[in-house]
């Protein structure tokens, strides 16, 4: 973990190339740095996921407005500053990725940061070692 997932409505993907979003995304997430200068998350952990919503509805319901929800969610166990950090680079490439769609649109951008203590959180693949030869 982190997982920042993304949900738009379908129309902005005629405005925007939501593949290259998730890549600009994940890069800006492994700049991240805590207090202490250290990396916040872990190469193999970052993960971007976006999704249409198959139903939705914006504002005033003309249909001409678009939405897009980013939800970053990390363990917990970082500090405050890291989580901010974070939330502020985060929102910061994704102001500038929407930059030229806001200028000819309406669009509501929201960004969340979640943690939480897992009930149960098993991580069971094989991309973390790919990343941790040191």
């Known amino acids: 973990m982190p997982h920042l997932v993304i949900l738009y409505t379908p129309q902005i993907e005629a405005e925007t190339d939501m593949s290259g979003l998730c890549r600009r995304l994940a890069d800006a997430m492994l700049t991240v740095k805590d207090e202490h200068g250290k990396a916040v998350f872990p190469i193999g952990g970052t993960r971007v996921f976006a999704y249409p919503a198959a139903h939705f ?6 249909g001409d407005h678009a939405f897009v929800y980013f939800n970053l969610r990390m363990a917990r166990g970082r500090s ?39 009930v149960f959180d098993a991580k069971f693949g094989n991309l973390h070692p790919l990343f941790n030869k040191a």
């Open 57 to 62: 509805a914006v504002a005033d319901g003309s």
């Open 80 to 118: 405050e500053v890291a989580k901010k950090n974070a939330g502020d680079i985060v929102t910061a490439a994704a102001r500038e990725w929407f930059a030229p769609v806001l200028a000819r649109r309406g669009v509501g951008l929201t960004l969340q940061v979640d943690e939480g203590e897992e």
